[in-house]
């Protein structure tokens, strides 16, 4: 199946530092999701992106299907920020997807 | 409209009981999913049902089990429950079962098995 490869596993920044996150895949997708994980464990959505780049307020997302990568990027970072970033990808038919093993974020005053 | 709800929230079982926890997915959606979280093996597919009908299953024992309702709501069922059954188990709904769209997920279950 399909692999999903995240990084960096583990960062520690400052209040106001900016980011950028890393999601590798192995095969053609057809859905690649981004999302943060809260620290209750639900999943919050913030860009649906099989391709080119979109961006919400301070956070924004680049897909180059081609070369089967990822990248999200956090600007001026902020404390609320902290959790988990996970990648996941549709491949195939249905709605499995497969996730990446997330990026654990914290960001510090 | 409302997200994806999930009941109950949180659960605690002992090896060998059974479990069935419920999903409501939004109003319209038509595919729902289920997933496993562990602090070892991650978020892993279980299966997803659309139109009452299981479309795909990820590599679970067959104690894992589920249905979905001419309502879209949803249930899985875990019997002879394990220690290593313990997981936050989350459930997401999508609009349509084509592979496109987003997939929108629920608060979760927190499964804890004595």
């Known amino acids: 199946g399909i692999q999903v490869e995240q990084s960096p596993p583990d960062l520690i920044l400052q209040e106001g530092a900016n980011s950028t996150l890393r999601c590798n895949f192995s095969?053609?997708?057809?859905?690649l999701q981004w999302f943060h994980q809260n620290p209750w464990g639900q999943l919050i959505n913030l860009f649906y992106?099989?391709?080119g780049t979109k961006q919400n307020g301070r956070l924004s997302a680049t897909t180059v299907a081609t070369e089967r990568y990822s990248l999200l990027y956090i600007s001026s970072s902020q404390t609320t920020d902290s959790g988990v970033y996970f990648c996941?990808?549709?491949?195939?038919?249905?709605?499995?997807?497969?996730f990446g093993t997330g990026t654990q974020l914290k960001v510090e005053l | 409209k409302a997200g994806v709800t999930q009941t109950p929230r949180y659960l605690i079982k002992t090896r060998g009981q059974q479990v069935t926890l419920s999903c409501s997915p939004i109003?319209?959606?038509?595919?729902v999913s289920w997933y496993q979280q562990t602090p070892g093996q991650g978020l892993q597919f279980l299966f997803e049902?659309?139109?009452?009908?299981?479309?795909n299953k990820g590599n679970f024992p067959g104690r894992f089990s589920g249905r979905q309702f001419s309502n879209s709501r949803s249930e899985m069922n875990v019997s002879t429950l394990e220690l290593g059954d313990s997981a936050l188990y989350l459930c997401?709904?999508?609009?349509?079962?084509?592979?496109?769209?987003?997939?929108?997920f629920g608060p979760g279950t927190r499964l804890l098995v004595l």
């Open positions: 997401a709904s999508s609009l349509q079962g084509q592979a496109r769209g987003t997939q929108y």
């Open positions: 095969d053609s997708v057809n859905n």
């Open positions: 992106i099989p391709s």
């Open positions: 996941a990808v549709l491949a195939g038919g249905g709605n499995k997807l497969t």
């Open positions: 109003s319209g959606h038509r595919s």
């Open positions: 049902y659309f139109s009452e009908t299981q479309r």
